[in-house]
């Protein structure tokens, strides 16, 4: 078989504990970059030349950008005003990416809780995803969708058909192997989603 050419990032929301904390935004890159890694996934609505700097002091990749307001602010909201602020940090999200040369964000559509119902959910993010496939386009960024446990999108087939209904290849799907294991197996969510995942979470 054909060796792919996977390379090993750090998702830098992660990286906490003490030690950790007092360090400087270089430093923490030059942390990861002695311990192996290839790349680091930060968050969006960071100071971007301070992330870049220390892109490019430490030669480390920046393959993806996760959206920092999608938990605090879904895009399944019932609040407009609430949606209004997920939509603008979607669209931080892209253009950090860009700016730090990454091919794709990681975004949580939506959240699902005793308030906000499945149904909801699904047609809200739909809704405010589509606003911003443009900008995506424009960016060469893709919006990559994760799994997580946010009560949404629990089976493959879903996950395939709520991508494919952008009918766009620069809404896609950021597989987390982890999270997939309390309702189903990684493997059948890799075999449906195939080409659609573009980025990939590992854990534990």
Known sequence: ????????????????????????????????????????????????????????????????????????????????????????????GLRDAKAYGAPAVLLVPAVVNASISYADAYTRSQAEIRKVVPLAEELGVKIAIENVWNNFLLSPLEAAAYVDAFKSPWVRWHFDAGNIVNTGWPEHWIHTLGARIVKVHIKE
């Open 1 to 92: 078989l054909k060796k792919r050419g996977l390379k090993k990032g750090f998702m830098l929301g992660t990286l906490g504990g003490p030690t950790a904390q007092k360090l400087t935004l270089l430093e923490k890159f030059q942390l990861l970059r002695a311990a192996g890694f290839d790349g680091v996934e930060v968050g969006s609505g960071m100071n971007q030349a301070e992330v870049l700097a220390a892109r490019d002091q430490t030669g480390l990749a920046i393959p993806s950008v996760v959206i920092s307001t999608h938990w605090l602010k879904p895009l399944s909201d019932p609040n407009p005003a609430a949606r209004e602020v997920g939509l603008e940090g979607l669209k931080q």
